[in-house]
């Protein structure tokens, strides 16, 4: 039976990108295929029908939000005359609409990255189209090279990837083979014109919540002003729902009756979004849609003519150092601001308010930066190792992971035990990332219900952690209890979410059990079923008063000073945001929600994370050793314990590390050695140590472990002979020349011997001194050099008294010079000392004219 085809000249009527039919159709024989082409061209609408028609086999489109995967499937089916379930179906989270004659299905990313999952041929389908991929999502890049595989085991697969700003070139070297890149297809822009304005606000647009009250205030009422004059439709861009939320309320209160002011954001239900995305009917009231970035490219909002930008986004920012990652509110891009202003001229002559000043303009980046640079890569580490290419290597990537994420990443999943230690997928690995749910979410679901016994339970812990609801308490139990009864923000969408997180659980019901029993489930089950997604947040407060606690992953954080957590020995944390002020307590991060747990339950969720350490160190000058017991970073019990032999040397080095070279007795003979290596290292290099502080202490297994040892735990770093332990640093064979090339004294013309004073080790700038009498060295011509003639010595000339009265390393010029005067001054204050007319000629001497 023959496939039904879509009406390509019903669908394309009127969009500009139906006039690259015939290029498209060649560029589809050649199996990838990049598509360019500006918003308002129709290539969400027309390109995938077209593929369809063009290859055997279902067509998958993805859309980056699932509100844009029901608008395309909405549309498509539209403009072909059918409805969504026959030839035009769609796959999101919770949501499915297919018929046995869909032949082109529209999902999102994930939707698409775990079918991959669990089969990795895509038995069936003809085709993949990737759109809006300019947004470089972690999904839509990890898809880019999972297909790129794909295609080199199915030669017959067609992959297609769209957008409207994207690096062609770059991408089709992805997708392509080496030899046979993607072709390239450049659809022209086809706007109307256009008309920029700038509009500043004179204060500040963000502060450390993110956008001002003042500025809000301001956009709002820049957008009611511009929409009452061009009497349109308008579309008004702001970071945030938050931000979203609060400009409707207030544009609600302002503008005209016959204006309808409505939001766009991803938490309003599917049928207000789909109302949003058809348009008005005729002769309906103007419409003001406020919306989230979500307007910005992938979807269209019929009937705009006039656009306000904020020129704000949110964007993902990760803090590797304390395990966080969240949305910030940052200055959108220069490339997101051009696709906002677009939106105006789609379908005739607009206006684009850039509610910001042109110096603000120019500094915005060209383009943001790809997800996978700043995101928690905990799912994207899973999906890689169940694709059999653990931490990415080895796959096509348009950008690769950082190494310090991914790695850091491999370590969550290893402690979950979803991968091996080789990197390897596990069998519960497997299992998990097939799930549409987060490898977090996934693991809290399944750990949580086989631990309860109670798979509801788990579903509803796990919706409310992965919602967008809050306690402002950060109490999980207190909002889980709200949104049971319906008063918290968000509860219908909860419910939802539990009945789809209890059917994948898709176990039988839960066991009956006495009243009492129940209660200590409920009471225990937020606590442990957020325990088992996130282990490395188990905490535990630092003191008796405080509301800081120790997170098992490393860093502190502050529960709200409101919060009736307080009290509570040990969280499990589900959220924590970086934050300042009093309101961290001084950690640097706030605790958003969390819920009270047991030590023994946190004993044994986090049971991978427990160690066991013996800390000796040296306290009153003695060895003391203590016994530890950690979860992570948290000090679960620690006991003091008898100093054994071994406990010394590492105790001592610690000690050392601590307090510095100065806890060792250094002898004059020592600091000379260690003056004058490091006299030869700075002027040779190596082999020659440097005998600075740091180098010294970081070597200091190398030439004091041998000492340290066999202090034992009642000895003292003052016992210590640094003068032979400093010796271990000399090198060989050179150290056979260590005194001729920096001797510790050097021969006069007197006859003596006077000792070289070496500059300290780490004073670069100082030379080697010898301080000696005047007299001794009459005759002297050629002033000494050290280090093979390298260093010259500076000769510090003394009275008979062994006061200064020179400076010099140019002896030949001293006496032939300020000679005259210092004898001119000298001779009657010390008559007993020889003060020679010539002191060429005369004999050097540390004696008096009469014993001489």
Same mark, same amino acid.
């Given at each position: 039976?023959?496939?039904?085809?879509?009406d390509?000249?019903?669908?394309?009527?009127?969009?500009?990108?139906?006039?690259?039919?015939? *290029?498209?159709?060649?560029?589809?024989?050649?199996?990838?295929?990049?598509?360019?082409?500006?918003?308002?061209?129709?290539?969400?609408?027309?390109?995938?029908p077209?593929?369809?028609?063009?290859?055997?086999?279902?067509?998958?489109?993805?859309?980056?939000?699932?509100?844009?995967?029901?608008?395309a499937?909405?549309?498509?089916?539209? $403009?072909?005359?059918?409805?969504?379930g026959?030839?035009?179906?769609?796959?999101?989270?919770g949501?499915?609409?297919?018929?046995?004659?869909?032949?082109?299905?529209?999902?999102?990313?994930?939707?698409?990255?775990? &079918?991959l999952?669990?089969?990795? #041929?895509?038995r069936?389908?003809?085709?993949?189209?990737?759109?809006e991929?300019?947004?470089?999502?972690?999904? %839509?890049?990890?898809?880019?090279?999972? $297909?790129?595989?794909?295609?080199?085991?199915?030669?017959?697969?067609?992959?297609?990837?769209?957008?409207?700003?994207?690096d062609?070139?770059?991408?089709?070297?992805?997708l392509?083979?080496?030899?046979?890149p993607?072709?390239?297809?450049?659809?022209?822009?086809?706007?109307?014109?256009l008309?920029?304005?700038?509009q500043?606000?004179?204060?500040?647009?963000?502060?450390? !919540?993110?956008?001002?009250?003042?500025?809000?205030?301001f956009?709002?009422?820049?957008?009611?002003?511009?929409?009452?004059?061009?009497?349109?439709?308008?579309?008004?861009?702001?970071?945030?729902?938050?931000?979203?939320?609060?400009?409707?309320?207030?544009?609600r209160?302002r503008?005209a009756?016959?204006?309808?002011?409505?939001?766009?954001?991803?938490?309003?239900?599917?049928?207000?979004?789909?109302?949003?995305?058809?348009?008005?009917?005729?002769?309906?009231?103007?419409?003001?849609?406020?919306?989230?970035a979500l307007?910005?490219?992938?979807l269209?909002?019929?009937g705009?003519?006039?656009?306000?930008?904020?020129?704000?986004?949110?964007?993902?920012?990760?803090d590797?150092?304390?395990?966080?990652?969240g949305?910030?509110?940052?200055?959108?891009?220069?490339?997101? =601001? *051009?696709?906002?202003?677009?939106?105006?001229?789609?379908?005739?002559?607009g206006?684009?308010?850039?509610?910001?000043?042109?110096?603000?303009?120019?500094?915005?980046?060209?383009?943001?930066?790809?997800?996978?640079?700043?995101?928690?890569?905990?799912?994207?580490?899973?999906?890689?190792?169940?694709?059999?290419?653990?931490?990415?290597?080895?796959?096509?990537?348009?950008t690769?992971?950082?190494q310090?994420?991914?790695?850091?990443?491999?370590?969550?999943?290893?402690?979950?035990?979803?991968?091996?230690?080789?990197?390897g997928?596990?069998?519960?690995?497997?299992?998990?990332?097939?799930?549409?749910? @987060?490898?977090?979410?996934?693991?809290?679901?399944?750990?949580?219900? !086989? /631990?309860?016994?109670?798979?509801?339970?788990?579903?509803?812990?796990?919706?409310?952690?992965?919602?967008?609801?809050?306690?402002?308490?950060?109490?999980?139990?207190?909002?889980? &209890?709200?949104?049971?009864?319906?008063?918290?923000?968000?509860? #219908?969408?909860?419910? !939802?979410?539990?009945?789809?997180?209890?059917?994948?659980?898709?176990?039988?019901?839960?066991?009956?059990?006495?009243?009492?029993?129940?209660?200590?489930?409920?009471?225990?089950?937020?606590?442990?079923?957020?325990?088992? @997604?996130r282990?490395?947040?188990?905490?535990?407060?630092?003191?008796?008063?405080?509301?800081?606690?120790q997170?098992?992953?490393?860093?502190?954080?502050?529960?709200? #000073?409101?919060s009736?957590?307080?009290?509570? *020995?040990?969280?499990a944390?589900s959220?924590?945001?970086?934050?300042?002020?009093?309101a961290a307590?001084?950690?640097?991060?706030?605790?958003?929600?969390?819920?009270?747990?047991?030590?023994?339950? =946190? &004993?044994?969720?986090?049971?991978?994370?427990?160690?066991?350490?013996?800390?000796?160190?040296?306290?009153?000058?003695?060895?003391?050793?203590r016994?530890?017991?950690?979860? %992570?970073?948290?000090?679960?019990?620690?006991?003091?314990?008898?100093?054994?032999?071994?406990?010394?040397g590492?105790a001592?080095?610690?000690?050392?590390?601590?307090?510095?070279?100065?806890?060792?007795?250094?002898? /004059?003979?020592?600091?000379?050695?260690?003056a004058?290596?490091?006299?030869?290292?700075?002027?040779?290099?190596?082999?020659?140590?440097?005998?600075? /502080? #740091?180098?010294?202490?970081?070597?200091?297994?190398?030439?004091?472990?041998?000492?340290?040892?066999?202090?034992?735990?009642?000895?003292?770093?003052?016992d210590?002979?640094v003068l032979?332990?400093l010796?271990?640093?000399?090198?060989?064979?050179?150290? %056979?020349?260590?005194?001729?090339?920096?001797?510790?004294r050097?021969?006069?013309?007197?006859?003596?011997?006077?000792?070289?004073?070496?500059?300290?080790?780490?004073?670069?700038?100082?030379?080697?001194?010898?301080?000696?009498?005047?007299?001794?060295v009459?005759?002297?011509a050629?002033?000494?050099?050290?280090?093979?003639?390298?260093?010259?010595?500076?000769?510090?000339l003394?009275?008979?008294? &062994?006061?200064?009265?020179?400076?010099?390393?140019?002896?030949?010029?001293?006496?032939n010079?300020p000679?005259?005067?210092?004898?001119?001054?000298?001779?009657?204050?010390?008559?007993?000392?020889?003060w020679?007319?010539?002191?060429?000629?005369?004999?050097a001497?540390?004696?008096?004219k009469?014993? %001489?």
């Amino acid at each position: 039976m023959s496939r039904s085809h879509f009406d390509l000249h019903r669908i394309g009527a009127g969009l500009p990108v139906a006039a690259a039919r015939d *290029e498209l159709e060649r560029a589809i024989d050649h199996g990838a295929v990049i598509v360019t082409a500006p918003p308002g061209t129709g290539k969400t609408t027309f390109v995938p029908p077209l593929v369809a028609n063009h290859v055997d086999g279902r067509v998958l489109l993805t859309q980056p939000r699932r509100i844009a995967v029901r608008a395309a499937a909405h549309r498509i089916a539209q $403009l072909d005359g059918g409805s969504v379930g026959g030839a035009v179906g769609f796959t999101i989270r919770g949501e499915r609409r297919l018929g046995p004659n869909t032949r082109l299905e529209v999902l999102t990313p994930g939707v698409l990255l775990r &079918r991959l999952m669990t089969d990795p #041929e895509l038995r069936g389908v003809g085709a993949v189209v990737l759109d809006e991929v300019h947004e470089r999502s972690v999904d %839509g890049d990890l898809l880019l090279g999972m $297909l790129a595989e794909v295609r080199e085991l199915r030669e017959d697969l067609t992959v297609i990837a769209m957008s409207a700003t994207l690096d062609a070139e770059l991408l089709a070297g992805v997708l392509g083979a080496d030899a046979s890149p993607a072709e390239i297809v450049r659809v022209p822009a086809a706007l109307h014109p256009l008309h920029i304005d700038y509009q500043a606000f004179d204060g500040a647009r963000l502060s450390e !919540r993110g956008v001002t009250r003042e500025y809000l205030t301001f956009i709002s009422e820049v957008a009611a002003v511009a929409q009452a004059k061009e009497q349109c439709d308008a579309l008004l861009f702001l970071p945030s729902v938050r931000d979203v939320d609060a400009a409707v309320r207030h544009l609600r209160e302002r503008v005209a009756s016959g204006v309808e002011v409505l939001p766009l954001h991803g938490r309003i239900s599917g049928r207000d979004q789909d109302r949003i995305v058809r348009g008005r009917a005729g002769g309906g009231t103007s419409r003001l849609v406020v919306s989230t970035a979500l307007a910005e490219s992938s979807l269209t909002v019929p009937g705009v003519r006039l656009v306000v930008d904020s020129g704000l986004s949110r964007e993902v920012r990760r803090d590797r150092a304390r395990d966080m990652t969240g949305l910030v509110t940052v200055s959108a891009s220069r490339a997101s =601001a *051009e696709q906002r202003a677009g939106r105006a001229a789609r379908e005739g002559p607009g206006r684009a308010i850039r509610v910001y000043s042109e110096a603000d303009a120019a500094r915005m980046p060209a383009a943001s930066a790809p997800e996978i640079t700043a995101a928690d890569l905990v799912d994207a580490a899973l999906l890689f190792a169940a694709w059999g290419t653990p931490g990415g290597r080895g796959l096509a990537l348009p950008t690769p992971p950082p190494q310090a994420a991914i790695e850091q990443a491999e370590q969550v999943l290893h402690a979950l035990g979803l991968v091996d230690d080789n990197g390897g997928v596990t069998v519960a690995g497997r299992e998990i990332a097939a799930l549409p749910v @987060g490898v977090r979410d996934a693991r809290a679901l399944q750990a949580g219900a !086989r /631990d309860l016994g109670a798979p509801r339970l788990a579903a509803e812990v796990v919706a409310a952690v992965s919602g967008d609801s809050r306690d402002p308490g950060a109490d999980l139990g207190r909002l889980l &209890r709200a949104l049971r009864s319906g008063t918290a923000p968000g509860a #219908e969408r909860w419910r !939802r979410e539990v009945q789809r997180l209890t059917r994948i659980l898709d176990t039988p019901g839960e066991a009956t059990n006495s009243r009492d029993e129940l209660t200590a489930r409920n009471s225990a089950a937020p606590g442990i079923v957020t325990a088992f @997604g996130r282990p490395e947040r188990l905490a535990r407060r630092t003191g008796a008063r405080s509301r800081t606690y120790q997170l098992a992953g490393g860093t502190r954080a502050a529960l709200p #000073e409101s919060s009736g957590l307080v009290a509570e *020995e040990w969280l499990a944390i589900s959220e924590v945001q970086r934050a300042e002020g009093r309101a961290a307590d001084g950690t640097g991060a706030v605790i958003r929600l969390a819920a009270p747990i047991s030590e023994h339950d =946190a &004993r044994r969720i986090g049971a991978p994370l427990i160690t066991h350490h013996r800390l000796a160190r040296v306290d009153g000058g003695r060895v003391r050793v203590r016994l530890e017991e950690r979860l %992570g970073a948290i000090v679960v019990t620690a006991r003091p314990t008898a100093p054994t032999a071994a406990d010394a040397g590492p105790a001592f080095t610690q000690h050392l590390a601590e307090v510095g070279l100065e806890a060792l007795r250094w002898s /004059d003979a020592a600091v000379s050695l260690r003056a004058r290596l490091d006299l030869l290292h700075r002027t040779l290099g190596d082999p020659w140590p440097a005998t600075d /502080d #740091e180098a010294l202490l970081s070597r200091a297994p190398e030439w004091l472990w041998p000492d340290l040892e066999s202090l034992g735990a009642a000895g003292s770093l003052r016992d210590l002979d640094v003068l032979a332990a400093l010796r271990r640093l000399l090198p060989w064979p050179e150290a %056979g020349r260590f005194d001729e090339l920096a001797p510790e004294r050097l021969e006069v013309p007197s006859g003596a011997a006077i000792r070289v004073d070496y500059p300290a080790a780490g004073t670069p700038d100082s030379r080697p001194v010898i301080a000696v009498k005047l007299q001794e060295v009459f005759g002297l011509a050629q002033t000494p050099r050290l280090v093979d003639g390298r260093v010259p010595v500076l000769f510090h000339l003394l009275s008979p008294a &062994r006061k200064p009265l020179a400076i010099t390393d140019d002896l030949a010029s001293f006496w032939n010079g300020p000679y005259r005067e210092v004898r001119k001054e000298m001779r009657g204050r010390y008559p007993k000392h020889p003060w020679p007319e010539d002191p060429w000629t005369a004999t050097a001497t540390a004696r008096t004219k009469r014993r %001489g």
